[in-house]
């Protein structure tokens, strides 16, 4: 999803122009609601497929069967939250043993961005470097299904994936259309088993996705539609998902949240929420929703004065009331993030406070993220926000 636009701050409250132009894009087959993981099958057996590939985590490789495929896949069940390149690294050795003509993601975003990630590298001999960035990766040998079992990242409907440098523990991003899945199935019976806590950060992160897109810079009508929606389920429905475990209408309407918040990806982007809370995870291993959740009453507090008409419109969407300033704003946000049961403190997940100069310090590289941002936010600005939430 690429976006090509006349400069603007398109973040602000002026009238936004339709004239701008936008590419949306999504998988061409979507398979949303309860019971919809059935018609994998039905679409495996109409094209020609003999080796599968599934690649998940530990908890969904022990349920593959769900997947309903009338083969034996070959499953690489060892996903871990925020993967690193040895986690990739490990699935390309066994995806070039397999030889897929389909990859599956079947788990969260870690999942679907490895899936993503195999899919234009299987048969090749190329390495992370060589396709990172806009626009690298080769066309697809393979097919490739998404089939999601959380609530938050919208991968399986974008064409972006994340891993972490060993090395350098900074996020490499890759992004192309020969990443787009073939047919994404949300079911959200499959968030049945997601934990409360997980439940709550994942569906922050989907709400994180939208509100940042609405914000931008490069915030376009035909993608508002989706940014505003996703932030009026989250507001509506998450707190119930987190509660009520089997509330399946809850659940539906935080699946649909996420996949708006994927259709936001592409064409607009996340902004500063997102750059600051990238170093929660490569640095301490915090996962990426709760250091979304721990990052985002504080940015869109600060990003209110540059972009008032559109924070208003989220403070109500999300039932804020009347949070008309921006320590209210903060306020209800950091409160709304309690009450999913998540610890709003940095030190409560472990970062130490002498780390949070050289945390800004990386933050402020991720320029891909930051120049979207609706108000300029300098390393300052930014360790002033870890100190905040610390």
Known sequence: MLIDMADRGAGSDPDVRLDLRVSLICP?????????????????????????????DAFNAARVDMLGLACEPVVFGQVRAEPETNDLDALLVMARLAKPDLIVGFGGGSAMDLAKLASV??????????????????????????VPT???????????????????????????????????????????????????????DALAHCVEAFTSKRAHPLIDLYALEGIRL????????????????????????????GLCLGPVNTTAGHALAYPLGTRWGIPHGIANALIFPHTLSFNAPAASGRTAAIAAALGFGNANTQTGLFDAAHQFG????????????????????????????IRRLLDNNPRDISRDDILRIYEAAF
């Open 338 to 365: 309690v009450s999913l049961g998540i610890d709003m403190r940095l030190s409560a997940h472990g970062v130490e406070r002498g780390d949070l100069p050289a945390m800004a310090d990386s933050a402020i590289t």
């Open 121 to 146: 590298m299987v048969g090749t001999e190329l390495r992370l470097p060589d396709i990172a960035g806009l626009g690298r990766a080769p066309p697809r040998k393979v097919q490739l299904a998404q």
């Open 234 to 261: 989250g507001g509506r429905y998450l707190a119930r998902a987190v509660q009520h475990v089997d509330d399946l209408e809850a659940r539906a309407a935080m699946s649909a949240a996420s996949f708006y918040g």
């Open 28 to 56: 061409p087959v979507v398979e949303f609601g309860a019971g919809s993981i059935a018609r994998l099958a039905t679409w495996v057996a109409s094209i020609d497929v003999r080796r599968i590939l599934v690649v998940a």
């Open 150 to 204: 959380t609530a938050g990242t919208g991968s399986e409907a974008g064409i972006r994936a994340l891993v972490t440098d060993g090395e350098t523990r900074s996020k490499v991003a890759v992004e192309s259309i020969n990443m787009l899945a073939d047919i994404a199935i949300i079911d959200p019976e499959l968030t049945r088993t997601v934990p409360a806590h997980i439940m709550a950060a994942t569906g922050v």
